[in-house]
């Protein structure tokens, strides 16, 4: 059985750094793609970043580009976001994902995903 589990995440003051980790149980993610997600009260989840099956090609949502990078470690069967210059509208419950689907596309789509972390609550205060 697949499970994910994030952590990392915290209560920061705008402009720190946080980095959270999703580890991955019951199966190797080295032919995985992977994604993170977060969702702010209220609002729809919305998509962070994504990796590709060997962690070359990323991909950002233009609101966190150049701030955050995410990456893949194979071996350790963890995905991470590190996440720098913390905004207010940064808070939200981060979610990892993951899919074993064909194909080389790096998925901004959370249909697209077929196994998901509970989340870890980010706040950043101002």
């Known amino acids: 059985q697949v499970q994910l589990v994030e952590s990392g995440g915290g209560l920061v003051q705008a402009g720190n750094s946080l980095r959270l980790s999703c580890a991955a149980s019951?199966?190797?993610?080295?032919?995985?793609?992977m994604g993170w997600f977060r969702q702010a009260p209220g609002m729809e989840r919305e998509f962070v970043a994504a990796?590709?099956?060997?962690?070359?090609?990323?991909r950002y949502a233009d609101s966190v580009k150049g701030r955050f990078a995410i990456s893949k470690d194979n071996a350790k069967n963890t995905l991470y976001l590190q996440m720098n210059s913390l905004r207010p509208e940064d808070t939200a419950v981060y979610l990892c994902?993951?899919?074993?689907?064909?194909?080389?596309?790096?998925?901004?789509?959370?249909?697209?995903?077929?196994?998901w972390g509970r989340g870890t609550q980010v706040t950043v205060s101002s």
């Open positions: 019951g199966r190797t993610i080295s032919d995985s793609r």
């Open positions: 994902a993951i899919t074993w689907r064909f194909g080389a596309l790096l998925l901004a789509d959370s249909s697209e995903y077929d196994y």
């Open positions: 990796v590709s099956r060997s962690g070359g090609s990323t």
